[in-house]
């Protein structure tokens, strides 16, 4: 098993950018695929972009439009979530997750951190 810790939310105006960072222990790092989600207060988890393993293969929600690039140092047992062009509804707490498997479904991942506050706002 791994656990997981979100670091670098926080209040940004719209059109500005954020760098999530996920930093993993535990397991060997490379054999989880590692996922974020986001989620506002009386709506469920929304699949926001996973990686596999290797960092080869990249998943993105419908509402990223390009505008985040999901990456990892393999080396660092550190996964990464460049946001661009942050709009108010991007507003969410971001959580990071750890599965065996690429799914973009949050019943797949096992492990979950915290999470961590991103705020869009002027």
Known sequence: QIQVVESGGGLVQPGGSLRLACAASGDTFSNYVLAWFRQVPGKEREFAAAISGTGLTTYYGDFVKGRFTISRDNNKNTMYLQMNSLKPEDTAVY???????????YRAYKYWGQGTQVTVSS
Do not use: E, I, M
């Open 95 to 105: 959580y990071c997750a750890g599965a065996r498997n690429l799914d973009r479904s």
